[in-house]
Structure formats: C-alpha cells, structure tokens
C-alpha cells in the first residue's frame, strides 16, 4: 500500500492543577479555540473542546507519526503560556500533570461529542473526581484512586 490511511479519534481529559477553577466561561469562549488552534499546528483535527471550570475534554482525530504525549506536551504548555500572556492575574494558573486518553469509535462520534457539550450540565450532579473514575472504569483501565488525583 502506497500511503498510510488512519482514523485515530480520541477523548483526552486533563485538569486544571489541583482542579482550581480557572477556566471560567470568559477564559473558556477564548481558551478553547487556542486549543483547537494548538492541535491544528500539529495537525491534528479538533472536533469538538468543552470543559468547565476545573477540566478540559477534547475530542480530536490525530495523526499516526507522533505520540499523543508529545501532543499533551505542547498543547498544555503552550497553552498555560498564553494563559499567562493574555491573563496576566492567572499568574498563578498551571495544568496538571497527566491527562487522560480514550480512544473513541466513528460510530461514537455523536455520543462524545454530546458529552462534551452537556459538561456544564453533567457536572450540576457529579464532581470531576467521580467522572473520571467512570470514564477509567468504562473503559477498562486498571488504576489504583490513589493515584489519579492529587
């Protein structure tokens, strides 16, 4: 076969350090197009971002070449950079270390995509500690609590 041909959809879950709640709504409407923007330069495809205050969901198509650690790498720092230039009272403002990643199906596409935009309204009833041991449980990933939060 003469080319590579993929379709690598993921979900990655990351927090604020120490789950603060930085990203309010007016940080949100400008940090997730940043995002989107991060990814694009690695070129990647965001197709959706959404969070709320204390954690960030994307789900995205990535490429076969590179590692999604490095993309973690570049997106968090480059991100907590700007951050830092556009709000200079988030001084303080920093990622946590890790982030989770799920691989998603096409045919789940609607289903992630929904979940990520009902973020606000989820989390009404659940905190993010709780959702993210759902989503480890969900998709079988072995983890011992202690460690999964700071």
């Known amino acids: 076969m003469p080319g590579t041909y993929s379709q690598i959809l993921l979900h990655v879950v990351f927090s604020t350090k120490h789950r603060e709640p930085w990203v309010t709504p007016d940080i949100?409407?400008?940090?997730?197009?940043y995002l989107g923007g991060i990814v694009r330069a690695e070129k990647g495809v965001p197709h959706d971002i959404g969070g709320v205050?204390?954690?960030?969901?994307?789900?995205?198509?990535?490429?076969?070449?590179?590692?999604v650690s490095d993309l973690m790498r570049t997106v968090k720092a480059r991100s907590s950079k700007?951050?830092?230039?556009?709000?200079?009272?988030?001084g303080a403002f920093a990622?946590?270390?890790?982030y989770s990643v799920f691989s998603v199906?096409?045919?789940?596409?609607?289903?992630?995509?929904?979940?990520?935009?009902?973020?606000?309204?989820?989390?009404?009833?659940?905190?993010?500690k709780a959702e993210l041991l759902k989503l480890l449980h969900a998709h079988g990933i072995e983890l011992g609590e202690r460690y999964v939060f700071d």
Do not use: C, N
Request: no cysteine.
């Open 28 to 33: 949100a409407e400008r940090l997730y197009p």
């Open 53 to 67: 205050e204390d954690h960030v969901h994307m789900y995205l198509r990535w490429r076969p070449d590179e590692s």
């Open 105 to 128: 199906s096409k045919s789940q596409e609607g289903a992630v995509k929904k979940y990520i935009s009902g973020q606000h309204e989820h989390h009404k009833k659940e905190d993010f």
């Open 82 to 90: 700007w951050v830092h230039d556009t709000f200079p009272a988030l």
């Open 95 to 98: 990622w946590q270390e890790g």
